[in-house]
Structures are given as C-alpha cells and as structure tokens.
C-alpha cells in the first residue's frame, strides 16, 4: 500500500517568514495530493491540492509543487502569520482504486511574533 | 457546501462498556464513508470503509468484532466501540466523498469525536 513521509515534524517560524513542509510518497499510482490543516480538536480542512498532471498550483500565500519522477511534494506557506498556526497533514490518493486517502504523520507549524 | 456531522462530539465511558458514534451526511448521499483513528499529537489513521448495503472494509490490524459499523442508510454509518478499554480513548473521525468525489478526491470529514473510556 501506499506510504507517505512527511518533514518536519515540528517546524516554528517568525511572523512573516515561510514555511516549507515537505512529503514523499512510494505509490507511483498515487495521482491525488491534498493538503489539510487541521487545528486543536477540530476537523482536517482541506487547503490545497494538486493533481499529477500539474507541477505547481498556488492559492494567495499558499502554493504545492509536486515532483513525481521523485515522489516529492511540498506545501509553502508565504508570509506566515500567526493564525497560521496548526498540524498540517499532506495525504496521497489514488483515484484509481478504492479511494482511500494516506495521511503524512503530520507537521505542528508555530508562528512565532 | 456539503456537511458531514459526527454525534456525540464527546463521549466518555467507563471500560467494559459499549459506545456508538453516528457520522450522517447532511445534505448529500454518501454510499461510502471512512472512519479514521487518531491518537494524540498523531495522523490519522484509517479504521474501516463503511460501505451502504455491504459489510464494512477493514483496515489491517483493526478488530472488525471489536469496532462494528453499520451503514445502514445512505446517510448514516455508525461505529460502535465494543467493550471500550482505556487504549480505545482517541479522537475519531469520519468522512465522505463528494457527488464528485466518487474517485475519493473531495472528503468532507465530520468534526470528530473524542472518547474517552476510564
């Protein structure tokens, strides 16, 4: 099945600094990559994904690149602000098959004043 | 939007005891539906896929007679934590795919559910 790792696992930044959160996955089918932050007790929201046919996809401060020769995605978070704060979680689908999305283990992203 | 509720959102029980966590599509037909498992400061952590009509699909290393769904309707799937021992407390949380996301890729999850057995 598919495995996806996921780096940092913490990651704290000052107020206006980016943020890089990097992911590998081991399923080449894999074609589907979300992204969710999920904040304290609270649900996983989605906040962007890319599909493998394309290599970058930006929304505002937000943007993923995916690198599938090598299995690689990222997410980056530009001018951070505090309630930026969060677990992001990437995650890796195939679409193909039953549907299933994997997690990452996860990155607690402190933005710092 | 679609929206996914979970019930109860808190629930604590002492062991021995059975619990049942109700996840329900509001607004949109869901024949499939996950059930995650997360555990503090963790991922999270796939259980089942419950699916309407059938049985449920387990995950390896999960119990299927110790953690029973039932999909019952194309609405609702119910978890039923059996016989809860403290290592059962987690936050779980379920979730559906979309009308257009059949091929999995619109998840609407529910807000959880945080056990707690003593």
């Known amino acids: 099945g598919e495995n996806v790792e996921q780096h940092p696992s913490t990651l704290s930044v000052q107020e206006g600094d980016s943020a890089v959160i990097k992911c590998t996955y081991s399923?080449?089918?894999?074609?589907?990559f979300p992204w969710y932050k999920q904040e304290l007790g609270k649900r996983p929201q989605l906040i962007i994904d890319i599909r493998s046919n394309v290599g970058e996809k930006k929304d505002q401060r937000i943007a993923v690149t995916l690198n599938k020769t090598a299995k690689h995605f990222s997410l980056h978070i530009t001018e951070t602000q505090p309630e930026d704060s969060a677990v992001y979680f990437c995650?890796?689908?195939?679409?193909?098959?039953?549907?299933?999305?994997?997690f990452g283990t996860g990155t607690r992203l402190q933005v710092t004043l | 939007g679609a929206v996914v509720s979970q019930h109860p959102s808190r629930v604590i029980c002492k062991s021995g005891t059975s619990v049942k966590i109700e996840c329900r599509s509001l607004d949109f037909q869901a024949t499939t539906m996950f059930w995650y498992r997360q555990f503090p400061k963790k991922s999270l952590m796939l259980m089942a896929t419950s699916n309407e009509g059938s049985k449920a699909t387990y995950e390896q290393g999960v119990e299927k007679d110790k953690f029973l769904i039932n999909h019952a309707s194309l609405t609702l799937s119910t978890l039923t934590v059996t016989s809860a021992h403290p290592e059962d407390s987690s936050f779980y949380i379920c979730?559906?795919?979309?009308?257009?996301?059949?091929?999995?890729?619109?998840?609407?999850f529910g807000p959880g559910t945080r056990l707690l057995v003593l």
């Open positions: 399923d080449s089918a894999s074609n589907y």
């Open positions: 995650a890796a689908l195939n679409t193909g098959t039953a549907s299933k999305l994997t």
């Open positions: 979730s559906a795919p979309g009308l257009a996301g059949l091929s999995g890729e619109t998840q609407y």
